[in-house]
T-cell receptor, first 112, second 116 residues
Framework: SQQGEEDPQALSIQEGENATMNCSYK?????LQWYRQNSGRGLVHLIL?????REKHSGRLRVTLDTSKKSSSLLITASRAADTASYFC????????????FGGGTRVLVKP | GAGVSQSPSNKVTEKGKDVELRCDPI?????LYWYRQSLGQGLEFLIY????????KSGLPSDRFSAERTGGSVSTLTIQRTQQEDSAVYLC??????????????FGPGTRLTVT
């Protein structure tokens, strides 16, 4: 199975609601990153959290990291229709030869 | 400045033909990566170039796949004798740092390959 696995696989919410998705991983990491992908094309980097950090914010995004549980969460507050996309976590893990390993993604649909 | 560009954006080819996919990374980025993404799936690492070091080819699925990076800039991914299972979106990314701590990757728009 993959180093990073997102949960849920799909999420449907109303505009204005918050969206939360989780990422679990198996081995120790240097950092964990979240990316967004629109329409199955290129990914856009959202936020990077280092292994010694517990929480980071960027605009309406909040990322947490719990290394004891080997999990991370991405919260999108006050969602907008434009937030409709797939969201991927990616881990930079020593055990993976420092490759950036992507999970399967969470597909988020924000209904207007 | 310009981002990562890829060409072609779409490619339809017949089974058994060879294809070449091109990636132009961000100027000055020393690291370049190729990934493959099947429909509705995550990204599968294919190959990584870092400066003048030997590329990490550990993700290439078979010997039909190869890639080169000329002059430390443009990269070409070649798939020989294409098979239907090669159909996917091929994504290229570059970064200003190599493997290690604390870097982000910038992705191109991808090439959608369809093998008929």
């Amino acid at each position: 199975s993959q180093q990073g696995e997102e949960d849920p696989q799909a999420l449907s919410i109303q505009e204005g609601e918050n969206a939360t998705m989780n990422c679990s991983y198996k081995t120790s990491i240097n950092n964990l990153q979240w990316y967004r992908q629109n329409s199955g094309r290129g990914l856009v980097h959202l936020i990077l959290i280092r292994s010694n950090e517990r929480e980071k914010h960027s605009g309406r995004l909040r990322v947490t990291l719990d290394t004891s549980k080997k999990s991370s969460s991405l919260l999108i507050t006050a969602s907008r229709a434009a937030d409709t996309a797939s969201y991927f976590c990616a881990t930079d893990a020593i055990a993976a030869g420092n490759k950036l390993t992507f999970g399967g993604g969470t597909r988020v649909l924000v209904k207007p | 400045g310009a981002g990562v560009s890829q060409s072609p954006s779409n490619k339809v080819t017949e089974k058994g033909k060879d294809v070449e996919l091109r990636c132009d990374p961000i100027s000055g980025h020393t690291a370049l990566y190729w990934y493959r993404q099947s429909l509705g799936q995550g990204l599968e690492f294919l190959i990584y170039f870092q400066g003048n070091s030997a590329p990490d080819k550990s993700g290439l699925p078979s010997d039909r796949f190869s890639a080169e990076r000329t002059g430390g800039s443009v990269s070409t991914l070649t798939i020989q004798r294409t098979q239907q299972e090669d159909s996917a979106v091929y994504l290229c990314a570059s970064s200003s740092k190599g493997w290690g701590v604390n870097y982000e990757q910038y992705f191109g728009p991808g090439t959608r390959l369809t093998v008929t």
